[in-house]
């Protein structure tokens, strides 16, 4: 009963408190994201804006680990049972990958651009053995520091 | 030393090659990070001991290519890949490498 009574406790501070700080988290990355448009990324070789002059250039990193919360842990093992799209997760994946992307850019202040962008996923297990459902994102790229040519009605 | 991930360092030429260089660290996360990673789990949200970890593990995996290469005489590094992998339970490898080259 009590372990039942605990599994019920676990179940809604999980949805509760997980729900709120994923809204958190979201809004955290759409306004970073919308101050951080102005440097662009991309995952060609190629830049992607011609430049005048490069200054330098380095390997820039971003990276987060992040857990998912009880409740949609038990909901996603739920839905292993019959299959489907597992919501749950992919909300998880996408603000990691974001938030890595994020990261990546803001350690780079000053740069023009972003080339060569690739985002590597893993997961990691706890000493316990049973998945600890979470995620390491790490995003890395080529930061082009320099003058930036000068494009008619850009 | 200049390190990239492109094939080539821009607005630079490359003038020598050195080959595969790499550089790698098996970190383990100590026991206290792990408890209140097992809190977080109920809440969900990140892990900041665990990222903190992880970009310990990758600075000094990319510090020894970066030995590894100077010790070769090469200025930079290009084409530079991570991987992780779990080998064992609460134990995560990091792997970096790249190509050692001299530019101009």
């Keep these: 009963m009590i372990a039942f009574l605990g599994f019920i406790t676990l179940l809604l501070l999980g949805f509760f408190v997980g729900r709120y700080l994923e809204s958190q988290h979201f809004s955290s990355i759409r306004q970073r994201e919308a101050e951080l448009v102005v440097l662009p990324n991309t995952n060609s070789r190629y830049l992607l804006i011609p430049m005048q002059q490069i200054e330098r250039s380095e390997l820039v990193t971003g990276s987060v680990v992040i857990s998912i919360d009880y409740f949609k842990r038990i909901v996603a093992d739920l839905r292993s049972l019959i299959g489907g799209p597992v919501q749950s997760y992919e909300t998880l994946l996408d603000r990691a990958r974001r938030e890595a992307i994020l990261r990546m850019k803001e350690s780079c202040p000053g740069a023009s651009q972003i080339i060569n962008v690739r985002v590597e996923t893993s997961s990691i297990y706890n000493a316990a053995g049973n998945g600890i459902g979470s995620v390491e994102l790490l995003a890395y790229g080529t930061a082009i520091y320099g003058q930036v040519q000068a494009t008619n009605g850009l | ?104």
């Design chain 2, 1 to 104: 030393m200049f390190i990239t991930n492109t094939e080539t360092l821009p607005g630079k030429t490359i003038i020598d090659c050195f080959g595969v260089v790499s550089g790698s660290t098996v970190r383990a996360k100590h026991v206290g990070r792990d408890i209140m990673a097992g809190l977080k789990n109920v809440f969900g949200g990140e892990l900041r001991g665990y990222t903190e970890l992880l970009n310990e593990s990758r600075d000094q995996a990319l510090q020894r290519m970066t030995d590894q290469a100077t010790q070769l005489g090469a200025n930079a590094i290009i084409n530079v890949r991570f991987s992780t992998s779990s080998v064992a339970a609460g134990a995560a490898e990091i792997y970096v490498y790249g190509t050692a080259v001299r530019v101009e």
